[in-house]
C-alpha cells in the first residue's frame, strides 16, 4: 500500500550542474513503492540513494556506507525502525529523518527521544520530505557528518566536545580553554581551513584589543601541537594564512 500523496512533482526540463560530492542517502523503508518514488525524487535532486528493506540490514549500512542522512520507517520487518534508531544512535550522530503513520503518536515521541531529528507523517509529498531532508542536511552543517558528534577519535587523538576532554593516545592531555576551543573549531571545520582572523574573532572576540592580534592563534596552535605529540601533525599551516586539520 502506497501512501503517498502527490508523488512525482513536474519538473522543469533544463539539465542541473552536477554537484560535486554528491551527499548520500540511505532509505529503510519495506513499501518497494514508496522506496522507487523516494529515490526517483531524491536521484532527481543530485543525492545519491542507497536503500534497505528491512531494520537489520539498516543498521548494518548505515554502519558499513555511512550515509549523510538516514530516512527511517518505524514499521520495519526483522528489526523496528525505532529499535534500528537505537542501535545507530550508539556510534553514530548521522542526522535521522523518521517515517511515521498518523495513529502513532507515543512512536514519534520516543523516537525524538531516542534521538531522531525530524520525522514526517504518512502519507507525505515527496516535496516535504524533500525539504525536510536539505533542511536538516544544511542544519547538520551540510559538511559532513561529523559536524553534529559530541565526540569523536581520529588517530590517536580522542577528543570528547561535552566534557571537554582530550586523550592522546589513551592520555588524557591538559589543555587551557582557549586552546580546547581551538581544536574544536579546527576539527568541526572538517578539513575547511581556517584564516588566523577568523580563529581569532572566534576565540577571542572581535580582536581588537591590542594585547591580541594573530600571533597569539599562532602561539596557541605551538602549544596545542606540543600537547598532541604524535597527532600534532594534524593541525598543519597553510602557508600566509591559517590552519587546517587534518583527518
Ligand atoms: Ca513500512
Known sequence: MTLIANPIRPKPKTARPMVKGKKKILLVEDEKDLVRLIRYNLEREQYSVLSAADGESGLTLTRRSKPHLVILDIMLPKMSGLDCLKRIRE??????????????????????????DDYVVKPFSV?????RVEALLRRSDGNGREAAENAVSIGGLEVDFERHEVKVKGKAASLTPK??????????ANGKVLSRDQLLERIWGHGKDIE???????????????????????????TNFGYQFKR
Do not use: M
Open 127 to 131: 516535496g516535504e520530505l524533500q525539504a
Open 179 to 188: 586552546e580546547f576551543e581551538l581544536l574544536r573549531l579546527l576539527v568541526e
Open 212 to 238: 591580541i592580534d594573530t600571533r597569539t592563534v599562532d602561539q596557541h596552535v605551538a602549544r596545542l601541537r606540543h600537547k598532541l605529540k604524535a597527532d600534532a601533525f594534524r593541525i598543519a599551516t597553510v
Open 91 to 116: 556510534e553514530s550522530r548521522v542526522p535521522v529523518i523518521l517515517l511515521t503513520v498518523k495513529r502513532s503518536e507515543p512512536d514519534r515521541i520516543l523516537g525524538l527521544k531516542l534521538g531522531a
